[in-house]
């Protein structure tokens, strides 16, 4: 009988190598694995936005590039984030509960940028716009968790 799958196991499928931060001495590599993932499909998904715009009327071009520009800053702020003295980086032993409450905003935040790669062949720039807020309240409601943990 196999078992259930668990949230961990979600993000482990979506970003290879991802080993979580149970143990302490690898929970920087995971979170810069983590950062780096995302950042990569951020990429993607601003040089999909580029090629778009070949395709629309120059009126579209400053929607356009209001788009590129937030996801150019939110991949930003996910790269260059610091990783500051919080818990998560200390010797602090973190209960389950607090890890699975930042696995899940992990795994929220992964979701939200594949579904940003998917929409933007779609070209709606509301919804394309809304995916770009919603992924950048879940990396501070993330950053917040690790800074009170």
Do not use: H, W
Not at 62 to 73: G, H, T, V
């Amino acid at each position: 009988m196999k078992r259930k799958e668990n949230i961990f196991d979600k993000i482990g499928t979506l970003i290879p190598g991802y080993i979580g931060y149970k143990e302490r001495e690898s929970r920087r590599n995971c979170d810069r694995q983590l950062r780096e993932q995302i950042s990569d499909i951020l990429s993607k998904s601003e040089k999909k936005i580029l090629s778009i715009f070949e395709n629309y009327e120059l009126e579209e071009y400053s929607k356009i590039e209001k788009i590129r520009k937030k996801i150019s800053n939110l991949k930003d702020n996910i790269t260059y984030s610091p990783y500051g003295a919080t818990a998560l980086f200390s010797d602090y032993e973190i209960k389950e509960n607090e890890l699975d409450k930042i696995y899940q905003q992990d795994l929220i935040i992964i979701k939200l940028v594949l579904e940003l790669e998917e929409i933007i062949n779609v070209g709606d720039f509301n919804q394309i716009n809304q995916i770009i807020s919603d992924v950048a309240d879940s990396v501070n409601k993330r950053n917040e968790l690790i800074k009170f943990i």
